[in-house]
Nanobody, 123 residues
Framework: QLVESGGGLVQPGGSLRLSCVAS????????IGWFRQVPGKEREGVSC????????EYGDSVKGRFTISRDRARNTVYLQMNSLQPEDTGVYFC??????????????????WGQGIQVTVSS
């Protein structure tokens, strides 16, 4: 099970920190990714962190603004989102992938998903 928290409404230029807490599986054997989706569009990869070496990947639209981190003791992955813009609005999902080594921002390889949480960036 994956449970997201930390979403909400924020003004442009503001920050939010999302959390994804895992339970019921071996967190340390899975890469964790964040994706977002808006109505009518495909799920977009935002960021992921590898289970193997904690290496990270970011989507082009969030590089330099978002930071992903992993706390193995708490079975939690965080997504720090800074300089938020209206185009960052969407439902954010975290997922767990058993793909070995590097993580990838490709939804079909993810085995578990959270229920999603709304992030709205608006003035």
């Amino acid at each position: 099970q994956l449970v997201e928290s930390g979403g909400g409404l924020v003004q442009p230029g503001g920050s939010l920190r999302l959390s994804c807490v895992a339970s019921g599986f071996n967190f340390n054997h899975y890469g964790i990714g964040w994706f977002r989706q808006v109505p009518g569009k495909e799920r977009e990869g935002v960021s992921c962190v590898s289970h193997f070496d904690d290496s990270t990947e970011y989507g082009d639209s969030v590089k330099g603004r978002f930071t992903i981190s992993r706390d193995r003791a708490r079975n939690t992955v965080y997504l720090q989102m800074n300089s938020l813009q209206p185009e960052d609005t969407g439902v954010y999902f975290c997922g767990a992938s058993g793909v070995q080594n590097k993580c990838v921002l490709y939804p079909p390889v993810y085995d578990y998903w959270g229920q999603g949480i709304q992030v709205t960036v608006s003035s």
